[in-house]
């Protein structure tokens, strides 16, 4: 899949492509039996992500910061959908003490966990600190998701063998893991103000998401736990995401608007991943459009990965 599938909208290996949209992919999928968290469920890709899930009968947990809009994404769907059962739950990403009160209060309603989602995002803001004093873009998009997932894999890894259905983690990433800084991830230098630069930034995060999936990956693995984790690009869509970028993405869209999904299109990758049987068993892999991609060198490099990790889990604990 590439430029060209990309503007013509011609499905890969998989059946799909740019433009098939989230129902497309997930025609037919019976999601009944699926309990499914959705970070950042209350906007643009998360929302349809959401609707998505439950319109295949899942039970969709959104986790959200803002309370007022998630229940609005809440009162939309089970509205127009008979039977929709929506849950919303206060989340904060950017602050560790928020995810490890949402994990408590998840695991204490003792319901199954088969599928994470970890959609929710920050991109291009400017240079800010976290309460835990962590660079704004690192802490919302990669270690607040590597928290969150830590503390809820045992109910993860309880359901699955109890439900012998497959669980699955989803990251959502971008193609804009390319911008990375140089120094790819910034181990020694991460909260440094006079070396920011937000495209960095934000490609520093994407990248470690999808670093993250795949150690994540390879350790569920070796414990030989039937619960997979991949990463997507979801594609170029026009999202509140672009609050900090707004007239320079109006200005790209303009020259480039056939590279632009909307946002049934652009949550296709991730209830595709998240969903469909084909998938059955792939893990540490990195999705565009619906098909297996390839992303660059240093987001398949195994040593950066296992390095990520061990930093994530130190400034986690
Ligand atoms: N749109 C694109 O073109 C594009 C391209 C590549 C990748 N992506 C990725 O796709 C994902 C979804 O993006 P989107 O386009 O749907 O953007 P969006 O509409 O802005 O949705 C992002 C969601 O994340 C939430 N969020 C941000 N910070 C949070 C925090 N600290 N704690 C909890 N939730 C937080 C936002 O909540 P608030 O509403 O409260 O801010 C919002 O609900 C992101 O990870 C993004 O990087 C998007």
Not at 52 to 71: E, K, M, Y
Not at 82 to 88: C, E, H, K, T, W
Not at 145 to 158: G, I, P, S
Request: aromatic share 6%; net charge positive.
């Amino acid at each position: 899949m590439g430029l060209i599938s990309l503007v013509t909208g011609i499905s890969g290996p998989s059946g799909f492509g740019s433009s098939s949209t989230a129902e497309e992919v997930t025609k037919g999928v019976d999601a009944s039996r699926i309990t499914a968290i959705v970070t950042g469920g209350a906007s643009g890709i998360g929302a349809e992500t959401s609707r998505v899930l439950a319109l295949r009968g899942a039970h969709v947990i959104i986790a959200a910061r803002n309370l007022s809009a998630a229940a609005d994404v809440k009162e939309k769907i089970v509205r127009d959908i008979p039977g929709a059962r929506v849950d919303i739950m206060k989340l904060d990403l950017s602050s560790m003490e928020s995810v490890r009160s949402f994990a408590s209060e998840f695991t204490a309603k003792r319901l199954p966990l088969n599928l994470l989602i970890n959609n929710a995002g920050v991109m291009l803001c400017p240079f800010g600190l976290s309460k835990d004093g962590i660079e704004m873009h690192f802490a919302t998009n990669h270690l607040g998701h590597f928290l969150l997932t830590n503390l809820l894999l045992d109910t993860m890894r309880q359901t699955a063998k109890e439900s012998r259905i497959e669980g699955r983690i989803v990251n959502l990433s971008s193609v804009a893991h390319i911008a990375a800084y140089s120094d790819a991830i910034r181990f020694d230098s991460l909260n440094d103000k006079t070396r920011y630069v937000d495209r960095g930034a934000y490609g520093q995060s994407k990248l470690a998401n999808i670093l993250h999936s795949k150690e994540l990956s390879r350790r569920l693995a070796a414990e030989g736990v039937n619960i997979t984790a991949n990463a997507v690009h979801p594609g170029f869509i026009m999202t509140p995401l672009m609050r900090y970028s707004k007239n320079l993405m109006k200005f790209l869209k303009f020259f480039s608007s056939f590279l632009w999904k909307n946002v049934s299109q652009g949550a296709s990758t991730t209830c595709y991943v998240a969903l469909h049987p084909n998938l059955k068993g792939v893990s540490g892999k990195y999705f565009s459009d619906c098909n297996e991609a390839r992303p660059n060198t240093l987001a398949t490099n195994e040593e950066l990965a296992k390095r990520l990790w061990e930093f994530s889990q130190k400034l986690t604990t």
